[in-house]
């Protein structure tokens, strides 16, 4: 398999390419299955978070660059690229809008499409090993992955460009100083702080995680009389929820609120 995936308390999951899937994470052979099984945690009301981590020197390194040279050679390159983004950008989009909380846990290098996988995610923790890498003009492409989307919202539109542009490579240090990630730990550390932060932060109720995920989406793409209206509607309908009712109760009692595992009211 070209993942592992080990559950933990708390409604986490924690999901490890294998060294080989680092590598090559495009390929579909290690894509599809990669899709299928994160698809599956999304599903699931017991997994309130997922923690996505690479193994080896890479997070994920994209595109498989030996692949594309043979495609080139007999002209089959465009409808692999289409594919390959047909298959990553639907699971980046699901990823944006779950109400399952994703951790990027990066190990390594996170390369072109496998550098959007990571920043599609709700919070970055980085090993001190850890490298960012757009990769895409070196070969002569377009970016993809989300990351003309997802660079800026983090480390603003010139920052983005110049990354691009320049064909930068970011340290881990540099990274946290941009803006691109939100911590910097030992790598030994890596995993244990990025499920802490998973059970932390899927703790909430299921509409909380994923409201604030599409209104904070969506707030720099809308005007703000709609982005209020949006608010309104889903502020609305979580407070018809047994959740919000729990919450009150918890409130009211000064004790913690046990919110549902399952999007019951629906």
Known sequence: MPFRVDREDGGVAIVTLSPEASRNTFNPVNLNPFVVELEKLM?????????????????????????????????????????MTGTLHPLILK???????????????????????????????????????????ALGLSPDGGTTWLLPRLVGVQQAKKFFFENQVWSAETSLEMGAVDEVVPHDDLVGRSVQIAKDW??????????????????????????????????????????FAEGVSAFLEKREPVFSKADEEE
Not at 56 to 81: K, L, N, V, Y
Not at 114 to 134: I, M, N, Q, T, W
Not at 224 to 233: G, I, K, N, S, V
């Open 43 to 83: 599903d699931d009301p017991s997994c309130r978070a997922v923690v996505i981590t690479g193994s080896g020197h890479f997070f994920s390194a994209g595109g498989p660059i030996g692949e594309f040279a043979d495609a080139i050679d007999d002209g089959t390159i465009g409808q692999m690229t289409s594919d």
């Open 95 to 137: 990823i944006r809008a779950s109400d399952t909380v994703f951790i990027a846990a990066i190990n390594g290098a996170a390369a072109g499409g496998g550098l959007g996988l990571a920043l599609s995610a709700d919070y970055r923790v980085c090993s001190e090993r850890a490298k960012l890498a757009a990769a895409f003009f």
């Open 202 to 243: 899927g703790r909430w109720s299921v509409n909380s995680r994923r409201s604030t995920k599409q209104l904070m989406d969506a707030s720099t793409s809308t005007y703000f009389e709609t982005q209020l209206e949006f608010e309104r509607a889903l502020m609305v309908a979580s407070s018809l929820t047994p959740d």
